[in-house]
């Protein structure tokens, strides 16, 4: 029967269990967030004011590179993939994942594709310099030599996330407990396995990208070099049909969490649905089709401007469907606040602006003037950070109980809240101002006008900066000297599988798979 | 605090437009920023207040209603979305047609090269004889259309002047185009909006919107070659151009000087700027000889330190003196 978890070090890295491996992934992007909040801290000192004062230009590029590279490839990404390894067996009522060994290879090449990535900060002519978008040919016949490193790096964790979402798919599809059937599984289920078939999708995609780049780089091929007979724009045309698509995997599984949380606070079941479920499925077929909205200033002939102004507004629909169940959930419901509510609900408000900004940017005349601005900047901030790390934060709060057996510090994590909420809104929300009045992105310097919405921001990130480390300090402070949590179901409206199995959860779970009605 | 950027300022207020196209985009974008503003005050009010509503947990009292609220969904989730775009749509349609397009052919054409950090700007007269060249300055006669061409030498670059036109990216291999037409004379602020490498954020030009005579007066001596040079001083400053490596990347139309790889300096006195990011002046013009990279670090122009003062002088004079 089962046995318990192998001693010292072999435990973690030849683990097949799914929740080791979630556990290591979990801690593994929260290395990385710090590793990419750092860049951010950089680049926000930077700007503090205008002018240049601590960092030379060359570096700075390196920074916000990095920064975003690190953020979307190696903190958020890595973090709900962490997230679908604890609890997604735990909510089908599954014993652990499909395809045990190849998770363990999934997490255990991420760390070195990092550390290649991180490796090229000491290589002759620095680190990637080019923009977490990399266009051609920037990216290739100007880019440093550490290149063909992000190349390579890049391809690796193509792999560990398509393994990590047939991995999921799998799951999903074959080990549900009996009576779970597809409309049964919890949202969150469904958003992922949603978000694990555009992974598989698009993640080719980005992979055949750098592979181009590679090419021409070192084969003297021409994909993106226009004195050869190649062209730029399809780069443009490749990494978007992976980029649009790469947000809403970003943002999918955040929509799962928040659909979690929201009716255990609010102590009613979610309301709609399998409205939410079409709603997702709608979003992520729209996301396919819209990416050239990234594209307006690149020189489109009228119609395309059109179809895709139109294709893009049209995802504004599934999503105001998303957010006006999350409101009629809360609807006369029997509200309490506790930390995880109250990121989930700073959620909904603050990724529904992201998604108004979105509108914004979509409509193409208006994006001739907005495109590479600040405004940008905000847009997706709001989308990111408090769509995608808020609704983490919400999820980390919500299910530690369940993970440790201990309850973290209340106050501690609403004051945390409190602070993350208001330094995210001070750095982000004057960016929409001084985008709108036309600072561009990516500048290490900026006209004096622009100051004082700078220094506000700047001041708003090292806030939102501590308040992570507060995040940090919360958990390590519940897994050494937690409360033990008086309940195996700590959350009174809870519902779900993976509250019926006791906290904190044991090694190996449901080897016999539970009844589901 | 070395503070490049603030010692040239021109306007570049997108809301406070100074051509026929920018004043387009910027009503459009006031619609939008009044309506996006409504729309997420609305929703935040909404979803604090149904959040605040009813307050306590199940012992003090059950959920109501478990299943109602599907009005909701159907006005708030599908009639809402549905009625705001396609009103957005029909707006944006309307803003587009009235964008005047390549329907019309303007009189005149520039042709604008990006080049990695700065703007390479041709006068496309179909006159061969009056075609000109100049760099980080672009003279437009107010109230007529202009067409711009844009094309780049090296990287993506974005042609941005906020006060006239929205952005529109210069890509190696492409000739883009974008007409412009100031309603207002003045000096507006242009920029590259795609990020384009080290010195992305400097990559900068003025744009001159002047009354069409004046355009006239302007064009007619930039078209001129340098005027000759009899001054000792300024006659020594242009071997010390010709000389030197100067000659092999700039050029001075009517000197030896015919490089191609840099600014045509022809004219370079009646330029505001020095690389679009300073005024241009003699002690700066100095500074920037000897050692442009610790202006504008990366630029593509080598540090010369080699000059004794006195040639170094003379040179300045002279470039000083191409009016
Ligand atoms: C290797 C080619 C090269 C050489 C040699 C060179 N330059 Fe330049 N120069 C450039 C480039 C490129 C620029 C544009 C830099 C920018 O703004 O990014 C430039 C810009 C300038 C400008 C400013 C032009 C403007 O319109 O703003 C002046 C003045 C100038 N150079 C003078 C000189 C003088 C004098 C010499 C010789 C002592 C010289 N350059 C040698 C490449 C060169
Ligand atoms: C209603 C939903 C949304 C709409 C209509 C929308 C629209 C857009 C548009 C048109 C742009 C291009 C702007 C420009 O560069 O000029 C953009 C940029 C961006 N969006 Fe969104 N978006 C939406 C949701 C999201 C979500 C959910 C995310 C991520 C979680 C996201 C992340 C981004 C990012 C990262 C960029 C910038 C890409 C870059 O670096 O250039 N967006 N969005
Ligand atoms: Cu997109
Ligand atoms: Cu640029």
């Known amino acids: ?517 | 605090m070395k503070t490049l950027e603030n010692l040239f300022d021109f306007p570049f207020n997108i809301f406070d437009p100074a051509g026929v196209q920018a004043g387009w985009l910027a009503n459009l974008g006031w619609v939008l920023v009044v309506l996006m503003s409504v729309l997420i005050i609305g929703m935040a009010v909404l979803v604090v207040w149904g959040a605040l509503r009813r307050r306590g947990r199940l012992e003090e009292h059950m959920p109501i209603d478990v299943d109602g609220g599907k009005g909701w969904i159907l006005w708030g989730g599908v009639a809402l979305p549905v009625t705001v775009l396609t009103s957005l749509f029909v707006v944006t349609v309307v803003t587009l047609n009235m964008l005047p397009g390549d329907r019309e052919e303007p009189a005149l054409a520039v042709k604008v090269t990006a080049h990695q950090w700065w703007w390479e700007v041709d006068y496309l007269y179909d006159d061969l004889p009056q075609r000109f060249s100049t760099a980080n300055e672009i003279h437009i006669p107010v109230g007529q259309p202009v067409r711009i061409e844009l094309i780049s030498s090296d990287v993506i670059h974005s042609f941005w002047i906020p006060k006239l036109h929205g952005k529109i990216d210069a890509i190696p291999g492409h000739t883009n185009a974008l007409i412009v037409e100031a309603e207002e004379p003045g000096v507006y602020r242009g920029e590259c909006a795609e990020y384009c490498g080290v010195q992305h954020a400097h990559m900068r030009f003025v744009v001159v919107a002047q009354p069409p005579e004046e355009y006239q007066a302007w064009a007619a001596r930039q078209r001129e070659p340098a005027a000759p040079v009899t001054d000792p001083k300024l006659v020594k400053g242009r071997e010390a151009f010709e000389g030197y490596a100067c000659a092999l990347c700039h050029s001075i139309r009517g000197t030896k000087a015919r490089g191609q790889v840099a600014p045509d300096l022809t004219h370079f006195a009646s330029r505001m700027t020095i690389g679009g990011i300073m005024p241009n002046t003699r002690a700066r013009l100095q500074a920037w000889i000897v050692n442009a990279q610790a202006l504008k670090p990366g630029v593509r122009m080598p540090t010369l330190e080699e000059f004794d003062g006195e040639t170094l002088n003379a040179l300045a004079a002279y470039l000083e003196s191409l009016e």
């Open chain 1, 1 to 517: 029967m089962a046995h318990g978890p192998a001693k010292g070090i072999s435990r973690w890295l030849f683990t097949t269990n799914h929740k080791d491996i979630g556990t290591m992934y979990m801690w593994f992007s929260f290395a990385m967030f710090l590793l990419g909040g750092a860049f951010a801290m950089v680049i926000r000192a930077e700007l503090f004011q205008p002018g240049m004062q601590l960092v030379e230009p060359e570096f700075f590029n390196q920074m916000t590179t990095m920064h975003g590279l690190v953020m979307v490839f190696g903190a958020i990404m890595p973090a709900f993939v962490g997230l679908a390894n604890w609890m997604i067996p735990l909510m089908i009522g599954a014993p652990d994942m499909a395809l045990p060994r190849m998770n363990n290879w999934s997490f255990w090449i991420l760390p070195f594709a990092f550390l290649m990535l991180a490796s090229t900060f000491f290589m002759e002519g620095g680190a990637p310099n080019f923009g977490w978008t990399f266009y051609a040919p920037l990216s290739t016949t100007y880019a440093p030599p550490s290149v063909t490193f992000f190349i390579f790096a890049v391809h690796i964790m193509g792999a560990s996330s398509i393994m990590g979402s047939i991995n999921i798919i799998a799951t999903v599809l074959n080990m549900r407990a009996p009576g779970m059937t597809l409309m049964k599984m919890p949202l969150f289920v469904w958003t992922w396995l949603i978000t694990a078939f555009l992974l598989v999708a698009v993640m080719p995609v980005l992979a055949g990208a750098v592979t181009m780049m590679l090419m021409d780089i070192h084969f003297g091929t021409s994909f993106f070099d226009a004195a050869g007979g190649g062209d730029p724009v399809l780069f443009q045309h490749v990494f978007w049909f992976f980029g649009h698509p790469e947000v809403y995997i970003i943002i999918l599984p955040g929509f799962g969490v928040v659909s979690q949380v929201i009716p255990a606070f609010s102590r009613k079941p979610l309301f709609g649905y399998s409205s939410m479920v079409y709603a997702t499925a709608s979003i992520a077929f729209l996301s396919f089709i819209v990416w050239a909205h990234h594209m307006f200033t690149v020189g489109m002939p009228l119609a395309g401007e059109l179809y895709f102004m139109y294709a893009t507004m049209l995802i504004a629909v599934p999503t105001g469907v998303k957010v006006f169940n999350w409101i009629t959930t809360m609807w006369r419901g029997s509200m309490t606040f506790e930390t995880p509510m109250l990121f989930a609900i700073a959620f909904v408000i603050l990724f529904t602006m992201g998604g108004f900004t979105g509108l914004m940017l979509g409509i193409a005349p208006s994006d001739i003037q907005y495109h590479d601005s600040y405004f940008v900047v905000a847009h997706f901030h709001y989308t990111m950070v408090a769509g995608a790390i808020f609704s983490l934060t919400a999820g980390i709060y919500y299910w530690l109980p369940k993970w440790t057996g201990k309850m973290y510090n209340e106050t501690l994590g609403k004051t945390q809240f409190w602070i993350a909420f208001i330094g995210f809104n001070l750095t982000f929300f004057p960016q929409h101002f001084v985008g709108l009045a036309g600072m561009q992105r990516r500048v290490p310097d900026y006209a004096l006008q622009f100051a004082d919405f700078n220094m506000l921001s700047s001041i708003g990130a090292f806030m939102f900066g501590m308040s992570q480390l507060m995040l940090l300090f919360n958990v390590i402070n519940t897994i050494l000297a937690g409360k033990r949590a008086e309940k195996d179901k700590v959350w009174d409206g809870a519902e779900g599988l993976e509250w019926t199995v006791p906290s904190p959860a044991p090694y190996h779970t449901f080897s016999t798979p539970p009844q589901v009605k």
